[in-house]
């Protein structure tokens, strides 16, 4: 499986600090992703001076611009960066959605490539933001767990649990947009080859919904250690089509939140996506090299759908009925 990896780009700071504790955290993208994962790499050194994180970024496309980008981030904050550029053959059998492409799987293959070296890794999806400190992550010591996670959104739990039909699960399906995995645990279980089978659709389970997030519950088998949801707070920018003072998401991002997980379609690298709630992504975008990577517009016709409705929410009249008409002529055009 080693294989996949077609390409290794290092880049390290020159005074690297050998005395903090040590951190490795990865992240598992495509073209869309790499800008997002440029500035999740940010806020976490920003917010976290006093450790020594080490970052892996598998992804299936780099050009030398965003080589120069990491670069800049490895050099200003003083810090290691790899990138891994693999070659997507290996997932072309493996099943796919609108909502999620094979670079999903990106995040299974880092735990196996990595477990060969390191004894345990943060794993961060591209659209989770740090705002504080991750020293508590550190400190984590493994008995026999598989890893450290963050149970899912209440609505999440009840559907999996019951599509599953794993009731024992209750309470206990997590997120896997963070997390702290027991890599040598990974690695002497041989979980790769079952996972993989899991998401083949070769197990009694049948193709899973929410794929290798479904495949990875039901590998680990509930063998975790619970974090609070403060190591995932799980935030949707869609929320603001529906509070007009934009303020509400203090209910769920407060003081003790070190990790925001922005889903669903709009992202806060998106140039619609201007709200309160996403200043923490563009506060580690203006203090990193990523100021100067511009926004990012709508491409897709879900993307498109999504910009004008929040154009219209923020009172941009023109530009949202002018973006809903753009929106109307990509969508026939589809059809």
């Not at 869609?238 to 998401?249: A, P």
């Not at 008409?325 to 059809?335: A, D, E, I, P, V």
Request: net charge positive; aromatic share 16%.
């Amino acid at each position: 499986m080693i294989g996949f990896v077609k390409e290794v780009y290092s880049f390290q700071g020159e005074n690297i600090t050998s005395n903090y504790r040590e951190l490795n955290i990865s992240y598992g993208i495509d073209k869309n992703f790499l800008f997002g994962a440029g500035v999740s790499i940010s806020s976490v050194l920003i917010n976290n001076s006093d450790i020594n994180c080490i970052f892996h970024v598998f992804t299936d496309y780099i050009d030398d611009s965003y080589l120069s980008f990491f670069k800049e981030t490895a050099l200003q904050f003083n810090t290691k960066i790899n990138i891994y550029l693999i070659d997507p053959e290996y997932f072309r059998d493996l099943p796919t959605s609108s909502f999620w492409s094979y670079a999903t799987y990106f995040r299974v293959l880092s735990f196996e490539y990595l477990s060969q070296t390191i004894a345990t890794l943060l794993y961060l999806d591209a659209d989770v933001v740090c705002k504080g400190s991750l020293k508590y992550i550190t400190e984590i010591q493994f008995a026999d767990e598989f890893a450290a996670v963050v149970p899912d959104t209440g609505s999440t739990q009840q559907m999996s649990v019951s599509r599953l039909n794993i009731p024992e699960m209750e309470g206990k399906y997590f997120n896997a947009g963070v997390i702290y995995v027991n890599l040598k645990k990974w690695h002497d279980s041989n979980l790769t080859p079952f996972v993989f089978s899991l998401l083949r659709g070769e197990t009694k389970y049948g193709f899973l919904k929410y794929l290798d997030q479904d495949a990875l519950n039901i590998a680990f088998q509930t063998n975790n250690i619970y974090l609070p949801n403060e190591y995932n707070r799980i935030y949707t920018l869609k929320n603001e089509l529906r509070d007009r003072s934009h303020q509400k998401y203090k209910n769920f991002i407060t003081d003790k939140t070190v990790l925001i997980h922005y889903t669903g379609i709009t992202k806060p690298w998106h140039q619609w996506a201007k709200y309160p709630s996403a200043e923490y992504y563009h506060q580690a975008l203006l203090f990193s090299p990523w100021k100067k990577h511009p926004l990012k517009n709508a491409h897709t016709v879900t993307e498109m759908k999504k910009r004008y409705k929040h154009l219209l929410i923020q009172g941009k009249y023109f530009s949202g009925i002018s973006a809903g008409l753009t929106y109307l002529l990509k969508k026939r055009k589809n059809k």
